[in-house]
């Protein structure tokens, strides 16, 4: 999903709760005025302003993560050729995430 996108959603019906983890934030007031004009402009809860722009920028940051090639051949495309396994950050990030994703969700159920 992209900000055009995001923007949609926020005119559309609320979206359907997931389970989630509290953070307190501290913003300059600029960006802490423009949250809260989101949120008039939107009719959203400004805590949900802010996690769908934070979700929005965490998918742009994984998708601009650097592809570096690896030296093992994961398969090969349709002509054959072969393609290697990412070595750089993203598959790091992704395990990371799967790994604090489930400490989180193992804390909620206990």
């Known amino acids: 999903m992209g900000m055009n996108e995001l923007?949609?959603?926020w005119e559309q019906a609320r979206?359907?709760?997931?389970?989630?983890?509290?953070?307190e934030i501290e913003l300059p007031l600029?960006?802490?005025a423009r949250i809260e004009a989101l949120a008039e402009m939107y009719e959203r809860a400004p805590a949900e302003i802010v996690a769908d722009l934070l979700r929005e920028a965490l998918q742009e940051l994984e998708?601009?993560?650097?592809y570096v090639q690896g030296e093992?051949?994961?398969?090969?495309?349709?002509?054959?050729d072969p393609i290697y396994e990412d070595a750089g950050p993203t598959p790091r990030l992704?395990?990371?995430?799967?790994?604090?994703?489930?400490?989180?969700?193992g804390r909620q159920t206990a």
């Open 7 to 9: 923007l949609k959603v």
């Open 15 to 23: 979206a359907e709760q997931q389970s989630v983890r509290n953070y």
């Open 30 to 32: 600029h960006e802490a």
């Open 63 to 66: 998708r601009a993560l650097p």
């Open 72 to 80: 093992r051949v994961i398969a090969e495309d349709e002509f054959g």
């Open 94 to 105: 992704l395990a990371l995430a799967r790994k604090h994703q489930s400490a989180l969700a």
